[in-house]
């Protein structure tokens, strides 16, 4: 999961509340849900100012959407990756700033964990969309099966 916009958010500046949800394909009110739970962060510059999303926000706001979408994870699962690729990052920009050697090997190990847990969880859910497509296709073939039996009664 990538946290780089989209191309054509990336020329966005700050867009409304209204906005993102078009961009995103979802209502505003789930956008609000989202900061409630703490998956997502709007920009204001005062208190009661209107929500206005960057760049950044947007891109965080996809990679939810994604997560949701594409491994049908809940929205609690979904800030448990949020805080590993937030923890990656800093994991990141720590070994970037040049740490001592055995810290830098800590990092790595620690980075590798993470990056370990999250595949399992994703090869996890795809071993359960493989079986699932496994039991579609052989309903499929039933259906195949059963329709060649009446066409051969037919004639």
């Keep these: 999961m990538s946290a780089e916009p989209a191309p054509d958010v990336a020329e966005l500046r700050l867009v409304s509340i209204g906005e993102a949800a078009e961009l995103l394909g979802v209502t505003p009110r789930t956008l609000r849900y989202y900061e409630e739970l ?14 206005r999303y960057g760049p950044a926000q947007i891109a965080r706001l996809n990679q939810v959407r994604e997560l949701q ?21 800093a994991l990141r920009e720590e070994y970037r ?16 964990a993470i990056i370990d847990r999250l595949q ?36």
Excluded: M, N
């Design 69 to 89: 979408t594409l491994l049908g994870l809940e929205l609690d699962e979904i800030g448990e990756h949020l805080d590993a690729f937030d923890r990656l990052d």
């Design 97 to 112: 700033s040049g740490p001592p050697p055995e810290r830098r090997d800590e990092i790595l190990s620690e980075g590798l």
């Design 120 to 155: 399992a969880r994703v090869h996890e859910r795809q071993a359960r969309l493989d079986a699932f497509a496994a039991e579609l296709e052989a309903r499929a073939e039933r259906y195949r099966a059963a329709g060649r039996a009446v066409a051969l009664r037919q004639s």
């Design 38 to 51: 703490g998956l997502a962060r709007s920009s204001r510059s005062s208190l009661g100012a209107q929500r």
